[in-house]
């Protein structure tokens, strides 16, 4: 006896769920995982519009992030806090909203003016770990959604909701695989730039040591005979200038540690542009000499003046006057000019005829390590700190500096300065005097250079007002009513609340002893009266910029 077993075909919702199911097994995609939730819905409920919202990183804000099949939609889709509007709170809530008539329901929040829905379902996306956003599907009709709709709406969202966080996840890992890969190539390229310099700079410090010990050597021991008078003081020049060289290679080092370490004081002071420019020129004009180099200098208005640290300006001109030499051939020209720019600035040009930079390497010349030749074909020496030093000193000062450049055309270099010092981030002062008059001159002349200024009129009152305020300087008259300068000094030290506050003492009492006293109680320094107006400011400013 033979039977016939007809064959029973499967529920097609069924056969899609697992289709479905075996889809976000199998892809890490975020949008392909998108793309097969919003088919599969679709194919099993019936709506005029459906949007998937995914939560930001902090989780409050939801944004859209794809809709069907309306698909150029994204962009007009309102944003929604969590909390807001029914999907806000049915994210809140991580329930499903199944609202008969959106309009009518007072937490509705218009999505689209085109296309406004009527009976809404909102479905929370969730894994077991985490909310992940949220889907809604509208009709432009009132036409409720059944119970069968939202049942088989959760069942697919509950499959997609992992599969979206997994594609989520993935995008982020691949997100940080590739800052990764940027940073390791970033640091690769950091450490072939400083096995570089040092190649460079060890051929840099042997070749002064080289003449230094090999001078010595020959006149300690008589290697070269009987010498004459000249000869010696050749040799005693050599080493000199071997020495000095050697000197400025290790301070270019030791200056950019300090900058970078955020320990680079400058020391303020008022000069004459033309002064510091004629400094500067005495220096390399044995540089020029050597290679039959034109140097002119201008400086317009001639007697323009700043405030600023003059021994860091005369290092930057004196960077860019010997960097310009150097890479300038036999009898070229260099130019340096300044003028101003504006009426808070000026502008220092050094422009020279030499051989120009290449324009794929533009980009790389102020970087601490670079150099355009390596250790293995260098026609021209340095260790390549220059330029980086400059831009980092100009920086210190609130300046900047730039370039234009061609190759075999010559290099200019501008460089910007402020004419005199800004505070810097708004700085606080709090000064405590019980003088009227006194107050009311350092309040004017502090507020008029662009500081926030606050007034104390004695000892208790500067102290609450320190333990309040925090500014980042306190100017202290010793001597006042009640608790006086010296103790609040020492109270203030001795709070850790406080005891990172600059404090420097501002007194009449010029006694022996006194500014050791303020120093011991823990002032930062000392500023006698009666002050000098421009002085003072240049003072204070000092005191802000140290760290």
């Not at 230094?212 to 050599?238: H, M, P, V, W, Y």
């Not at 033309?274 to 007697?303: Q, W």
């Not at 010997?322 to 808070?344: H, P, Y």
């Not at 250790?375 to 370039?403: C, M, Q, V, W």
């Amino acid at each position: 006896m033979s039977y016939n077993v007809a064959h029973v075909s499967a529920d097609p919702e069924i056969e899609l769920l697992n289709r479905l199911g075996g889809l976000f097994t199998g892809s890490l995609s975020l949008n392909d995982n998108i793309e097969a939730m919003l088919r599969a819905t679709s194919q099993m409920v019936a709506f005029d519009a459906a949007t998937v919202f995914l939560l930001n990183q902090d989780g409050r804000e939801l944004t859209a992030i794809a809709t069907y099949p309306h698909r150029d939609e994204v962009p007009h889709i309102a944003r929604f806090t969590v909390g807001e509007g029914i999907l806000g709170f049915a994210v809140q809530q991580q329930t499903t909203l199944n609202v008969l008539d959106a309009t009518q329901d007072p937490r509705f929040k218009m999505l689209d003016q085109s296309r406004p829905p009527r009976s809404l379902i909102v479905q929370p996306l969730a894994t077991p770990q985490r909310l992940v956003g949220a889907m809604t599907l509208s009709r432009q009709r009132v036409d409720p959604f059944t119970e069968l709709d939202a049942a088989i709406l959760k069942v697919i969202t509950n499959q997609a909701a992992i599969a979206i966080d997994n594609g989520r996840l993935y995008e982020q890992l691949e997100a940080h695989l590739d800052e990764l890969e940027a940073a390791n190539a970033q640091i690769a390229e950091v450490s072939r730039l400083k096995s570089e310099f040092l190649a460079n700079m060890s051929h840099e410090l042997r070749t002064p040591l080289n003449a230094i010990l090999g001078f010595s050597e020959l006149l300690r021991d008589d290697l070269a005979g009987k010498i004459t008078d000249k000869q010696r003081r050749d040799c005693l020049d050599n080493i000199y200038t071997s020495g000095r060289h050697l000197l400025s290679l290790i301070n270019d080092v030791l200056d950019l540690t300090k900058i970078e370490a955020g320990r680079m004081d400058l020391v303020y002071e008022e000069f004459a542009l033309e002064s510091a420019f004629r400094e500067v020129l005495n220096v390399v004009h044995a540089l020029a000499m050597k290679k039959d180099i034109e140097i002119t200098s201008a400086v317009e208005p001639a007697d323009l003046a700043l405030v600023a640290d003059k021994n860091k300006v005369k290092q930057v001109l004196y960077n860019l006057l010997s960097n310009a030499i150097k890479f300038t051939s036999q009898g070229g020209r260099v130019q340096l000019r300044a003028g101003r720019l504006g009426e808070d600035s000026l502008r220092i040009q050094v422009q020279d005829s030499g051989i120009g930079i290449a324009k794929e390497l533009q980009h790389k010349i102020f970087g601490a390590f670079y150099q355009v030749q390596s250790a293995s074909n260098r026609e021209y020496p340095g260790t390549g700190l220059g330029l980086a030093l400059t831009k980092r000193l100009l920086e210190l000062h609130g300046g900047s500096i730039d370039f234009e450049s061609a190759q075999g055309q010559g290099t200019t270099f501008s460089a910007v300065l402020p004419l005199k010092p800004g505070p810097s981030k708004g700085n606080r002062v709090l000064v405590v005097e019980d003088n009227p008059s006194n107050l009311d001159l350092a309040r004017m002349v502090l507020e008029g250079n662009g500081l926030v200024v606050d007034t104390a009129a004695s000892g208790q009152e500067g102290l609450e007002k320190a333990r309040h305020l925090r500014p980042d300087l306190i100017l202290m008259d010793m001597q006042l009513p009640g608790v006086d300068g010296l103790a609040v000094t020492r109270q203030l030290k001795a709070d850790p609340a406080t005891a990172h506050i600059k404090v420097v003492a501002l007194t009449a009492n010029a006694l022996k002893g006194s500014e050791e006293q303020a120093l011991a109680a823990g002032c930062s320094g000392y500023i006698a009266k009666p002050i000098e107006l421009k002085k003072f400011m240049l003072q204070v400013t000092n005191f802000l910029e140290k760290e």
